[in-house]
């Protein structure tokens, strides 16, 4: 059974930096993207960034520059350092992990609360 724990999320200020981990256990996942999401009250669940098992990344174009995603499969822990936050980045943000080969192997973290506020 994979399961996802993801931490690090908090209040911070805007133009702070917050990092959230994402560890990963259940399975080899040097066979799985890796990735962040985020929902904000009242809006659908979006993509933030993604990295594949390479080491490939890709950004929602409001992160770009800002937040970065990595990976290290040693540990099958995903992490997100994000700099840089504005209001709008509050959200839930949630770790996902889908198997490369067979999409319905997707798996989701209980997410974690992320305040951008003064």
């Known amino acids: 059974q994979v399961q996802l724990v993801e931490s690090g999320g908090g209040l911070v200020q805007p133009g702070g930096s917050l990092r959230l981990s994402c560890a990963a256990s259940g399975s080899d996942f040097s066979f799985y993207e890796m990735g962040w999401y985020r929902q904000a009250p009242g809006w659908q669940r979006d993509m933030v960034a993604t990295?594949?098992?390479?080491?490939?990344?890709s950004y929602v174009g409001s992160v770009k520059g800002r937040f970065t995603i990595s990976r290290d499969n040693a540990k099958n822990t995903v992490y997100l350092q994000m700099n840089s936050l504005k209001p709008e980045d509050t959200a839930v943000y949630y770790c996902?992990?889908?198997?490369?080969?067979?999409?319905?192997?997707?798996?989701w973290g209980q997410g974690t609360q992320v305040t951008v506020s003064s």
């Open positions: 990295i594949t098992s390479g080491g490939s990344t």
């Open positions: 996902n992990v889908v198997h490369v080969l067979n999409r319905q192997r997707n798996y």
